[in-house]
């Protein structure tokens, strides 16, 4: 910021995962057009699919997944203790992900399912701010690069870096979409938060809230329409667990 | 103004050479609900048989084409301890074909906010002034009530304005590009009877109305109604999800954004259609939030709709296309909310005085 | 086939009802309708308090410099290239085209990338905008100057006009109250007020310090040292909302009507040019039918208190 009469320094990052599909970390390394400004943006200190460097010292972890086993608590508590700003990255990180489907099932008949019987050890699957402080939230499954390269860009710069409060709805007027409720379809569109472009529904795909609820939204309300609508209130529901977002309003409910 | 008269055919020729010629958008159907009825939208084309000539409503208005959604307002370049800024606001000429008399009133409206105060702004003259609308007149369908706004009417704002008289239309002449466009075409006087015709139509369409809203006095009705518990009532219902003033033609509240480029050399401001529904319309820098309730922001947008805001005269700025009532998913439409408003005042008028009548 | 294509012009803009108001319109108009603002250079900048610096600011075109010109109460939109806008209300003397000072409080990214800016920087500001204190019709009147906190910013231009006009005003009077004697800021000019300007001034804390020797309360309770005739009396009240509601309920109890008391409001703003509604309090937009309203209009103004 030369105009203004300080320098900015790289910020150093490091980039985790825990139990996920690595799917958010490769968003990053996926855009081309603009992965060089990115990586003179940041100074990458340990990025398992982008550098071999293993460094300790970073300001900046982006963790990616939800906790599953033991072993994760532990490292991802050093990670705590060693970042200045842990970013919860994904919707994994941030809300437990598809991955907590599995927290509806009995520990022992999941692994008797999926393993034939092995001994494996595992756990609840957990949101990381569940177990370490959570500085920043970049939620989406997966994460919208744009929006990544936008905080990034906030946290170096010291700028907002902040997500939209308001929901789906807004971004999915913009793009001139139908209404998926006026298609007889449940979407998750008016209570998500926004910052996706609502990529789903103009795709015609119900959003699935993978984005989380935004702000002070308005549940009761919501459904309320899927009644009116004469929608399927089980189906409601499993559209709102899927990313384990809603978990507090469900919870509510029961 | 002049006026002719044309054939249908004709007409769909003339259309399709200034589809042909330019870029042109106009209502299409884009879906099918899921009760069979068609969804349109304002969309580009490319021909005149792309076109529903004889579509109802678009869902959303082409209020974008004018205040797009997100748009560039300059850029900042950062050179060695000083920077430059570009401002840009040039547009490309566009068609806009079949805009119903409210949206064109609509139009006006946003003339009238963006072009004729203090300070107007060159980005929508730059839009306003590149774009020929050909304006068509429609039967209200049974939600529509711009009648009651006085908005079913129009007669300026538009270059072309067709008049559906059975086998032809009648023509509103009112630019001297139209009139020059036209020239190509086979073109009548308006005979006797199709002067009559136009009359009937005009008639016809006047007596279709179904839903009426008295809008008489509304604005010192909103004030006195301020605190009125209907607003918390309908703002319990209120997702707060922005589609009413995405959807309206004539919401035009935005917000200025400033975004890094990615590699630092420069910035852009932009701005961004805003909904004053939307949960942080009002919140400052430190954090306060000037609306925090569902309601006072709800109330806020009927405040700008139908009371006005003093910088525009007190303008009321619903057109009455009922977009915003078709499309809100918590079944909030105007004519409910502003029904329950008189309605709440009426009882009150009867608590505090006593009826001769009641014993 | 004859060409149907049409072309006008994008920037054909029709301004000629404005280009008699002022030579040089063009290019004011420019500066002010589109997002362009005038290129500052920050020449000083002033530490007040933990949260609050006084910022020189001096226009770097001489043209665009001798154009500049404000009234007392009006703000302008300072812009830090690539960290965005804020409404800052001026705080410098209106005869003053050498510098314009803003005082400015760290609260959004905005400011903090302000308070980051080194001596020398080069920043934007477009304005001014919005309406002024009735320095002219308070002529041959007693001025009451109620000031709370971070309020004394937007009332240095009134005392500076003041200053230059002293002879116009008859008692002059300035109330200034904060939290902590550290926020009393500008003290280094309290002397200069009242020996220079001639103005009276009564300062009063809520929680003193050891050191503190003056009053202790609620800025009300300065009322009590004096009497004023509410006749002649013209009363200008800067601060939070809460302050200025007491303040001016207590003058209106002491007969000086609403019309003759100025408040000035606070908003977020995004435009300053009365479009994008972000200052909208009730009816009315705070960067064009204010930040300067009389008590009367902000009583009638729904959401305002």
Redesign the interface.
């Known amino acids: ?6 320098e ?1 320094t790289r910020v150093l990052i490091g980039s985790f995962d825990f139990t996920c599909c690595e799917g958010c970390q490769l968003q990053l390394a996926n855009k081309e057009a ?1 992965l060089p ?2 990586l ?2 940041v100074d990458i200190r340990n990025f398992r699919e982008i550098s071999s460097e293993r460094l300790d010292d970073y300001d900046i972890a982006l963790v990616e997944g939800s906790i599953t086993r033991s072993d994760e608590i532990e490292r991802l508590k050093a990670i705590r203790a060693r970042a200045k700003v842990l970013v919860a990255f994904g919707t994994c990180a941030c809300f437990g992900g598809v991955n907590s489907l599995k927290n509806r099932i009995p520990q022992e008949e999941l692994v008797r399912e999926v393993y034939d019987g092995k001994v494996i050890e595992t756990m609840p699957s957990m949101r990381i701010g569940d177990i370490v402080q959570v500085d920043l939230s970049i939620p989406g499954c997966p994460v919208s690069k744009d929006e990544v ?2 905080i990034m ?1 906030g946290l ?5 870096a902040t997500l939209p ?3 789906v ?2 971004e999915c ?2 793009q ?1 979409n ?2 998926l ?4 379809e449940i979407c998750l ?3 998500t938060r926004a910052g996706c472009d609502a990529v789903c529904p103009t795709g015609k795909t119900a959003c699935l809230g993978c984005r989380g609820p ?5 549940y ?3 459904v ?2 899927v009644k ?1 609508k004469e929608l399927s209130a089980a189906d409601m529901r499993e559209k709102l667990s899927l990313y384990n977002g809603f978990g507090g309003y469900l919870d509510q409910e029961n | 103004m002049i006026y002719k008269v044309i054939s249908k055919p004709e007409f769909k020729s003339f259309i399709d050479a200034i589809v042909k010629a330019n870029t042109a958008y106009g209502p299409k159907q884009v879906d099918t609900g899921c009760k069979g009825e068609p969804v349109y939208q304002f969309m580009p084309v490319h021909a005149a048989d792309e076109i529903a000539f004889d579509y109802t409503a678009t869902h959303s208005s082409a209020k974008h084409l004018f205040l797009p959604f997100r748009d560039e307002l300059s850029k900042f370049s950062f050179t060695d301890g000083n920077w430059e800024q570009e401002v840009r606001y040039d547009a490309p000429p566009i068609v806009l074909i079949g805009l119903r008399p409210c949206d064109i009133n609509a139009v006006n409206i946003l003339d009238d906010v963006m072009l004729h105060g203090p300070y107007p702004s060159p980005y929508y003259l730059a839009r306003r002034k590149n774009t020929f609308i050909i304006g068509m007149d429609h039967l209200p369908l049974p939600d529509c009530f711009c009648k009651s706004m006085n908005r079913h009417t129009v007669n300026h704002g538009f270059n072309l304005f067709c008049s559906d008289i059975g086998d032809r239309y009648y023509l509103s002449i009112n630019s001297a590009n139209a009139f020059s466009f036209l020239k190509e075409f086979k073109l009548e006087e308006p005979s006797y009877e199709d002067n009559c015709n136009l009359i009937e139509r005009r008639k016809k369409i006047k007596h279709s109305f179904t839903t009426n809203i008295e809008v008489t006095g509304l604005p010192v009705f909103l004030d006195i109604e301020f605190n009125s518990p209907i607003w918390e009532k309908w703002g319990d219902k209120c997702l707060s999800c922005g589609t009413c003033a995405m959807v309206c033609p004539t919401c035009y509240c935005y917000s200025v954004e400033e975004r890094f480029d990615i590699d630092l050399k420069g910035s852009t401001r932009q701005n961004h259609l805003y909904s004053c529904n939307l949960v942080d319309f009002a919140q400052v820098a430190g954090g306060h939030n000037f609306r925090p309730k569902n309601g006072d922001r709800l109330k806020y947008r009927y405040y700008h709709h139908y009371r006005g805001f003093a910088a525009n005269d007190n303008q009321q700025i619903c057109v009455g296309c009922n977009r915003c009532g078709r499309a809100c998913l918590a079944d909030i439409n105007p004519k409910d909310v502003i029904n329950d408003l008189r309605l709440e005042r009426e009882s009150c008028m009867t608590c505090v005085s006593t009826s001769p009548d009641k014993t | 086939m004859h060409d149907l294509r049409f072309n006008i012009p994008g920037q054909d803009l029709n301004l000629e009802p404005f280009a008699l108001r002022a030579p040089d319109f063009q290019k004011k108009c420019e500066v002010m309708i589109t997002d362009r603002g005038y290129k500052c250079r920050i020449t000083n900048i002033v530490p007040l308090s933990g949260q609050e610096r006084l910022f020189l600011l001096r226009i770097v075109d001489p043209l665009e410099r001798e154009l500049f010109n404000f009234r007392p109460g009006q703000f302008l939109m300072l812009e830090v290239p690539g960290y965005g806008e804020a409404p800052i209300s001026i705080s410098s003397s209106s005869s003053n085209h050498e510098f314009i000072e803003v005082c400015i409080r760290r609260a959004g990214h905005v400011t903090s990338a302000l308070f980051e800016a080194r001596q020398g920087a080069i920043v934007s500001i477009r304005g001014p905008f919005g309406t002024t204190f009735p320095m002219e019709q308070m002529k041959g009147r007693n001025v009451l100057m109620v000031a709370g906190g971070l309020g004394i910013a937007p009332m240095r231009a009134p005392l500076f006009w003041i200053g230059n006009h002293r002879d116009w005003y008859k008692d002059v009077r300035l109330l200034y109250g904060a939290r902590e004697p550290s926020q009393l800021i500008f003290n280094y000019q309290f002397e200069e007020w009242q020996k220079v300007g001639n103005v009276t001034l009564h300062t009063i804390v809520e929680k003193p310090d050891d050191a503190w020797q003056g009053r202790v309360g609620m800025i009300t309770e300065l009322f009590d040292g004096f009497t004023f005739d509410p006749e002649e009396t013209w009363a200008i009240v800067c601060g939070p909302p809460v302050m200025f509601k007491f303040v001016c309920n207590y003058l209106d109890g002491k007969g000086i009507p609403m019309n003759r008391m100025f408040v000035s409001l606070e908003r977020r703003m995004h435009c300053g040019m009365g479009k994008c509604c972000r200052c909208m309090v009730g009816s009315t937009f705070t960067c064009l039918d204010g930040p300067v309203f009389d008590y009367w209009s902000v009583m009638n103004l729904k959401e305002a208190i």
């Open positions: 910021m030369n105009h203004l009469g300080f900015l603009t400004e990115f003179a943006l390269e936008r860009v170096v710069t010291r700028s907002a409060k308001y929901p709805c807004v007027k913009q001139l139908t209404c409720f006026d298609l007889g569109g008016p209570i935004a702000e002070d939204i308005n009761p309300s919501f309320q329409l009116d």
